[in-house]
């Protein structure tokens, strides 16, 4: 069994491999073309450096592990396709039954196979891509200035013993500073205390954020008509604050770009502070489903093994394997916005896709295998 294992893992890396490879060139092209309208823009922090041909090159090499993360799934569903469909037409998985490869064997070795990726896809995606995705961003942003959400930025919110805060961040710099920072502060019964404007900052490393150029006004009286405004200036301002760096990237940055850990931490700040997580947290399952996706995909090329290519070509079955791989991820995101719209529990939005298909997929393995 060592031998079969051995040449059933090594036929589906190697097809795997160069189904990837594939991919990343096209979409290495694409990139590419699109970051040639940005050459010669000049950079908002060295006036005299330009968006060049080699920051294109390297932007768009950053942006390859998060790609990779995207791909390897369906990858791994057409190498794996693509191996057992050829295996299955050269009557060699013939041979490989007869010398004892059974169905749940077959199965057992399969699911080593994808267990095996969906350990280099969750490496990928938590580790590698965030790194150098924010990279490509920051890279990005040396050029653009800033990095930032529409018009308003982002919003925040956090809760101080009786004080509630509203904290919005215009945009944040390639150094991680902070500019245009404005934070409300609220008590129990919603009416405002105090209100700061600050033009730029940073958040220290004990989590305290050091603001720049601040204007504070506090709001004094009982009443409305007896509430005075205190205007003070100060070149200054320290504020404590748990709200980290990785927070405010989480609400300016797509939240499937950060690491699950970075997601995880936001998502306790949300409901600390009486906030709607549920599209953070149905992102958060989907970050931790995806990598097991790869196990759905080689259940889903199982059963191509078993089918006979006497009278049709294959390229006919690997290309129905891949519009299966392509219904899948379509299918994940409509989940994930369904369950946003609908309320669904998040880990049954993000893990309703897989199931569904690895019952699918199990049922036609048995009713193949079993019934033919």
Not at 196 to 221: C, M, P, Y
Not at 232 to 247: A, L, V
Request: proline share 3%; aromatic share 12%.
């Amino acid at each position: 069994m060592k031998t079969i294992r051995r040449l059933i893992y090594g036929e589906v890396a190697v097809t795997t491999g160069f189904v990837l490879l594939s991919f990343l060139s096209l979409f290495f092209f694409f990139d590419f073309l699109e970051e040639l309208t940005s050459l010669g823009r000049p950079s908002r922090i060295d006036p005299n450096a330009t968006y060049e041909l080699r920051h294109a090159f390297l932007y768009v090499a950053l942006l390859l592990p998060s790609r990779i993360y995207e791909l390897l799934p369906i990858c791994v569903l057409i190498g794996t396709v693509a191996v057992m469909a050829r295996l299955a037409q050269s009557s060699e998985y013939t041979i490989l039954r007869t010398s004892g490869l059974g169905p749940w064997r077959a199965l057992h070795t399969l699911l080593g196979v994808g267990l095996t990726f969906a350990v280099l896809t969750f490496a990928v995606g938590d580790y590698l891509a965030p790194v150098t995705d924010k990279t490509a961003q920051l890279l990005k942003a040396s050029f653009h200035g800033r990095i930032s959400v529409g018009q308003t930025g982002a919003w925040l919110k956090e809760r101080q013993g009786s004080s509630n805060f509203s904290v919005n961040v215009g945009s944040l710099s390639p150094e991680g500073g902070l500019s245009d920072v404005r934070i409300f502060e609220f008590d129990e019964k919603g009416r405002i205390r105090s209100s700061l404007e600050a033009v730029s900052g940073h958040i220290g490393a004990d989590e305290t954020w050091l603001l720049n150029q601040v204007q504070v006004r506090k709001f004094e009286g009982a009443d409305t008509q007896s509430r005075r405004v205190i205007r003070t200036d100060t070149e200054s301002y320290r504020w404590p604050s748990s709200i980290t760096t990785e927070m405010v990237s989480v609400a300016l940055l797509k939240p499937e770009r950060m690491r699950t850990t970075d997601l995880f931490a936001y998502i306790r700040h949300l409901e600390a502070n009486d906030q709607t997580a549920l599209r953070y947290e149905i992102e958060f399952w989907r970050k931790v489903f995806y990598p097991l996706s790869c196990l759905v995909m080689v259940v889903l090329a199982l059963p191509f093994a078993y089918l006979h290519f006497r009278t049709s070509g294959i390229t006919g079955y690997v290309f129905g394997g891949v519009m299966i791989g392509i219904s899948f991820f379509l299918l994940n995101n409509v989940f994930g916005y369904v369950g946003n719209l609908n309320q669904w529990e998040p880990w049954v939005a993000a893990a309703a896709p897989a199931m569904i298909y690895s019952v699918v997929s199990l049922a036609a393995f048995g009713w193949l295998v079993l019934r033919r």
